[in-house]
């Protein structure tokens, strides 16, 4: 069975802090997706990864993708209070048989001051 | 440019109902997918429609059904409305699948 287990599944950080939220999957990824979610709203996309070692950086936001160990990152720089959010990560996998467009549960973040 | 649109944003159904939400992708876009989102998880695939065909399938029961028009605007039916069936609906729209995804902003379905 195809898993995508991310963890940890809430963080509550203090602003200034860093912090790594890690996403674990059980098959071979096409590409792995990044997205963020504010409460009541829909999926923003953060970033992309397409190949093994792959290192994408946007803001205080830095992901990455270790395709040998089965294994994405997203690293939190010096955490300010707009980041709190839910963070999601997303496998793609074409090769399977059925719904391998599979999601993480989230990791619902709070940054505080 | 407009990105995904879906319709509508919120619908209130009654058990054993039939519901039809729709999702405009976003422009140059031919690959729309839907997801199933309850409150407090993940969103999970329900499937994915290509070229008017249903491409790929996540592990929903046939009550949930799909169609893809030649503008590559989609619908997703959902017969026999089950109290759990209240979720956040998300449609996706990518240019082919090997893109990125984009989001609609999705539609609360509530069954009482």
């Known amino acids: 069975e195809l898993k995508v287990e991310q963890n940890p599944l809430f963080l509550s950080m203090q602003e200034g802090k860093n912090y790594t939220i890690y996403c674990n999957y059980s098959t071979t990824s096409d590409r792995l997706y990044w997205y963020r979610q504010d409460p009541g709203k829909s999926l923003e996309s953060l970033f992309v990864l397409l190949s093994n070692g792959a290192v994408k950086q946007e803001g205080r936001l830095m992901a990455s993708l270790d395709t040998k160990a089965r294994l994405s990152t997203l690293h939190i720089t010096a955490a300010v209070h707009d980041l709190s959010a839910t963070y999601f990560c997303h496998l793609v996998n074409y090769g399977g048989s059925q719904g391998n467009l599979i999601f993480g549960k989230g990791t619902k973040l709070s940054v505080k001051p | 440019d407009a990105g995904v649109t879906q319709s509508p944003t919120h619908l209130i159904k009654t058990r054993g109902q039939q519901v039809t939400l729709r999702c405009s992708p976003k422009?140059?876009?031919?690959?729309v997918s839907w997801y199933q989102q309850a409150l407090g998880q993940g969103p999970q695939f329900i499937f994915q429609y290509y070229e008017e065909e249903e491409r790929q399938r996540g592990n929903f029961p046939d009550r949930f059904s799909g169609h893809q028009f030649p503008n590559y605007s989609s619908e997703l039916n959902v017969n026999a409305l089950l109290l759990g069936d209240s979720a956040l609906y998300l449609c996706?729209?990518?240019?082919?699948?090997?893109?990125?995804?984009?989001f609609g902003s999705g539609t609360r379905l509530t069954v009482v």
């Open positions: 996706a729209s990518s240019r082919d699948r090997y893109y990125g995804y984009t």
């Open positions: 422009s140059g876009h031919d690959t």
